[in-house]
DNA sequence: TTAAATGCAAATAATTTGCAGCATA
DNA sequence: TATGCTGCAAATTATTTGCATTTAA
C-alpha cells in the first residue's frame, strides 16, 4: 500500500487525511514491523526530513482512537504499533528481537472466569527463540 | 506472608535477603495488586520512610533475574509487578482499574505456527468491564 | 478564510545510574 | 573488615504539551 493507497484507505473510513498521516500509515501497514515511535522517525525521516515526534505521537494517537492501528506494550516496555487489527499474537524472539505474527487467539466465551465479565481487546505476547535462531544454534 | 515469613522464603531460594527486599516481597506476595513502582513507594513509604524508589526499581531486578517476580507490561504503559508466578493472565477493568488474577493459559504445544519454535513465557491481558462495574451499570 | 495539523522546543514522567554512606555476612 | 545494598540526586529516555507556523478544506 503506497502513500496515495493509504490516503484513500483512510478517507474511506471518514478519516480526514495529510500527507505525513498517509505516509506514516503507509509505512505501518507495508513494513508490518511493530515499530515504536522512534523507529518510525528513523525510517521515516529520511523520507520526510521535517517529520517530527510530536506529529508520530499524535498521528498514533490518532490512528487508534479512530481504530484503525492497535498499540502492543511489548516487554522492552515501550509502545509497538500495528496497523494489522484483526485478533492476533505476538511472538518475541529474544535473540534476533523479531516480532512475529500468530494468527491464534483465546476464546474469551469459553473461559468460565470470564462468565459476567464484558471482554474488549485480548493482547497476547508469547517469547523465546524463534525458528530461525534455533536453526543457527546448530 | 510477613516480613520474617518472606525473608525465610528467600533464603530458602538461596537469595540475600534484606529488611528492604524482606518488606517489598512480602507486599507484593499479600496484596497481589500487581503495583507500579511508583505505587508501592506510596504504601511501603508509610512503614519505612526512607525506601527510595531507586531501591525498589533495583529489587525488582534483582527479584525479576532471581526468578521470583514477574514483570508485566500493561497497557498503561507502566510496569507492574507480579509475585504470582504461576502461569496466568490479567484482566484489566477499563472502569475500576481493577487487575484479576485468572488462570488459563493457551497450550503453545498445540498451537501449529508456533512448531518449531522454543517457547519461554507468555503474557495474556485482556481488558474490558469486569462483573463488579457491570453490576453497577444497571 | 478558518479550523485543524505540523514541527519545534520545552516540560513531564518513568526508569536508570553514580556514588557516598551504611548494613550485613 | 569487606562486599554489596541503600538512598539521594543527577542523568537518561519515552512521551506529552504549548505555541507559532503551515496546511488543507
Not at 513494513?31 to 499524535?58: C, E, F, Q, W
Not at 490518532?62 to 485478533?87: C, I, P
Request: hydrophobic share 30%; aromatic share 10%; proline share 1%.
Amino acid at each position: 500500500m503506497n502513500v496515495t493507497e493509504a490516503t484513500k484507505y483512510l478517507e474511506n473510513k471518514g478519516i480526514k487525511t495529510t500527507y505525513q498521516r498517509a505516509v506514516i500509515f503507509s509505512y505501518l501497514n507495508n513494513k508490518k514491523n511493530h515499530p515504536t515511535a522512534d523507529m518510525m522517525l528513523n525510517d521515516l525521516g529520511k523520507k520526510v526530513p521535517t517529520l517530527s515526534r510530536a506529529t508520530i505521537y499524535n498521528t498514533m494517537e490518532f490512528f487508534r482512537e479512530k481504530g484503525v492501528v492497535q498499540v502492543l506494550n511489548m516487554d522492552d516496555g515501550l509502545r509497538h504499533y500495528d496497523a494489522d487489527l484483526s485478533t492476533h499474537l505476538h511472538f518475541h524472539c529474544n535473540k534476533c528481537d523479531t516480532i512475529y505474527d500468530m494468527y491464534t487467539q483465546l476464546d474469551t466465551d469459553k473461559i468460565d472466569e470470564l462468565k459476567d465479565f464484558e471482554v474488549h481487546n485480548q493482547f497476547i505476547n508469547i517469547n523465546g527463540i524463534c525458528k530461525n535462531c534455533k536453526k543457527k544454534e546448530k
